[in-house]
């Protein structure tokens, strides 16, 4: 995981193949402080290949907490890997997923 920017508009995430618990703490403040700065957010997954449950409990409670927040999230790319595992564990939908990668 990688945040390839962040200034006082927007943060944009880019996520690596593997996205496991390594790298939840980062994610997290990064994430924390978009909201908090109330900064848009733009998350890439598009090469995702493997990704911890944690970390998709994360990025739900992320995605639930901007909403409450009117934070804006925009998902610029979603992997089927990423698709997937969202949806094994039935979050798919409330990740707000674009709608390409939800069918």
């Given at each position: 995981?990688s945040?390839?920017?962040e200034?006082?508009?927007?943060?944009?995430?880019?996520?690596?193949?593997?996205?496991?618990?390594?790298?939840?703490?980062?994610?997290?403040?990064?994430?924390?402080s978009?909201?908090?700065s109330?900064r848009?957010?733009?998350?890439n997954?598009?090469?995702?290949?493997?990704i911890?449950?944690?970390?998709?409990?994360?990025?739900?409670?992320?995605?639930?907490e901007?909403?409450?927040k009117?934070?804006?999230?925009?998902?610029?790319?979603?992997?089927d890997?990423?698709?997937?595992?969202?949806?094994?564990?039935?979050?798919g939908?409330?990740?707000?997923?674009?709608?390409?990668?939800?069918?």
């Amino acid at each position: 995981m990688s945040v390839s920017e962040e200034n006082e508009s927007k943060t944009v995430i880019s996520c690596t193949s593997t996205v496991d618990i390594k790298i939840a703490v980062e994610l997290f403040e990064h994430l924390s402080s978009a909201i908090e700065s109330h900064r848009a957010v733009e998350i890439n997954a598009e090469d995702v290949e493997r990704i911890d449950t944690a970390v998709l409990q994360l990025f739900l409670a992320f995605v639930l907490e901007a909403k409450t927040k009117e934070v804006s999230i925009t998902w610029l790319g979603v992997s089927d890997a990423f698709v997937t595992a969202a949806n094994l564990l039935g979050i798919g939908s409330q990740l707000a997923l674009p709608d390409a990668a939800r069918s």
